[in-house]
């Protein structure tokens, strides 16, 4: 007869099942409303991130996806894969440890209050828990930054220590969507409909 005593676990969960967390996926978008985050320190604050070229396109089920379009890549193609605009692709986190790519657009010739404030809310990003929400009115980011006793209270998930590399971290966000060659579907469907 089955003693069902000893499939019965500890109260407290830890019985031994201890391990490190594999980060496979990586998100590709800009911080939640809800998600306090943080920028990783890579050495040279904001300036430590690439600046890229991406666009929107339609993927095979024809969902909207963005690509990171290699620089020659946009050159020949620009004229042909709009929307795309210039990108830092920031490297960082949440209080609850997902970690994230956010491509925070920029277009020098132009303002945009949208794009302005992102970039604020990410330079305040590299040294403070913050948030963003939008503010449709003003057509901006909100900033909110989190109070000292609350930020001394939360616990830093990684020590704003990335757990992968940068450069892992973009090739696990953007998995089939870094378009670096004309054999990239991407390329070959230009005029394509669906």
Do not use: C
């Not at 676990?9 to 809800?34: M, Y």
């Not at 320190?41 to 991130?49: A, I, K, T, V, Y």
């Not at 993927?59 to 210039?86: C, H, V």
């Amino acid at each position: 007869m089955l003693d069902i005593t000893k499939l019965q676990i500890a109260d407290d969960f830890e019985d031994g099942l201890k391990g490190s967390k594999v980060f496979d996926l990586v998100r590709f978008d800009k911080p939640q409303p809800n998600e306090w985050f943080r920028l990783f320190d890579l050495g040279e604050g904001f300036q430590s991130f690439m600046k890229v070229i991406i666009t929107t396109q339609p993927d095979a089920s024809g969902e909207d996806q963005k690509y990171l379009l290699a620089p020659e890549i946009a050159a020949t193609y620009k004229d042909y894969l709009k929307p795309y605009t210039r990108s830092v692709l920031t490297y960082g986190y949440t209080t609850r440890g997902i970690i994230f790519i956010w491509p925070v657009n920029y277009n020098p010739a132009y303002h945009n209050n949208w794009h302005e404030s992102a970039k604020n809310i990410a330079l305040a990003a590299n040294n403070e828990w913050t948030q963003m929400q939008s503010d449709k009115v003003t057509k901006a980011y909100v900033h909110l930054k989190m109070t000292t006793k609350n930020q001394a209270e939360t616990k830093d998930p990684f020590n704003n220590k990335p757990p992968i590399p940068y450069s892992s971290a973009i090739e696990k966000a953007l998995v089939n969507r870094v378009v670096d060659s004309e054999d990239h579907p991407v390329i070959q469907n230009i005029g394509v409909k669906a």
